[in-house]
């Protein structure tokens, strides 16, 4: 179930649309927030494109979590999710409430 933020838990992970008039700039805002973050790196995509995917490595073990923001033409939507494993323990839901609540 959608929580206020627009956050939908999913198997491994959890995605989120954030409704804007300028995705473009938010997902600038959203990339600039995500590359601040500790161990976060870009993998592929830009701003231009309106597509970026980050790794976000866990602190302890280091295990990578894929998070994946486009620009549309009605928000941004966002999709966090691990990349091994079968749970996550609520960090990709806890991860996106965070940046969506900066954003």
Do not use: C, H, K, Q
Request: glycine residues 12%.
């Amino acid at each position: 179930m959608p929580t206020a933020s627009g956050i939908v838990d999913e198997p491994g992970g959890a995605r989120g649309f954030l409704p804007m008039a300028d995705a473009g700039a938010g997902l600038d805002r959203l990339a600039a927030l995500v590359e601040a973050t500790p161990r976060a790196t870009r993998l592929a995509g830009s701003v231009d494109e309106g597509r970026i995917t980050w790794v976000v490595r866990s602190a302890v073990w280091g295990f990578p979590d894929y998070v994946t923001a486009e620009a549309g033409p009605e928000g941004l939507a966002v999709w966090s999710r691990l990349r091994y494993g079968r749970s996550d323990l609520g960090m990709n839901r806890a991860r996106l409430e965070a940046w969506f609540a900066r954003l």
